[in-house]
């Protein structure tokens, strides 16, 4: 069973870093397409970012471009989120999620396109 596990959220202070971490703890997924979504108190799932299986796709929110780095490790099965000059709006729970694609260079943008989710990791950013 799939089973997807983030890693590496925490409290920082805005202006600050943090990398987030997610891996396949089955060991079963492999050839994923893979995004990290967030969810604040009491607002919807919204899209971070997202890579392809090959990493030559990639694309990011609004929000988020220029200060995240969406990165994978495809040996390790892992997905890395790098947030840098964090302000107090990344404040969130952040999921990551996969998807069987199309082709390896394919990535999703939509929450609804994702068969596969993460527990989240809590990231919160003090002003």
């Known amino acids: 069973q799939v089973q997807l596990v983030e890693s590496g959220g925490g409290s920082v202070q805005a202006g600050g870093s943090l990398r987030l971490s997610c891996a396949d703890s089955?060991?079963?997924?492999?050839?994923?397409?893979m995004g990290w979504f967030r969810q604040a108190p009491g607002k919807e799932r919204v899209y971070v970012a997202a890579?392809?299986?090959?990493?030559?796709?990639?694309g990011y929110g609004a929000s988020v471009k220029g200060r995240f780095t969406i990165s994978r490790d495809n040996v390790k099965n892992t997905l890395y989120l790098q947030m840098t000059s964090l302000k107090p709006e990344d404040t969130a729970v952040y999921y990551c999620?996969?998807?069987?694609?199309?082709?390896?260079?394919?990535?999703?943008?939509?929450?609804?396109?994702?068969?596969?989710w993460g527990q989240g990791t809590q990231v919160t950013v003090s002003s």
């Open positions: 999620a996969a998807k069987r694609p199309r082709t390896v260079n394919t990535y999703y943008t939509t929450g609804a396109e994702y068969d596969y």
């Open positions: 089955s060991g079963t997924l492999n050839q994923v397409a």
């Open positions: 890579i392809s299986y090959s990493g030559r796709g990639i």
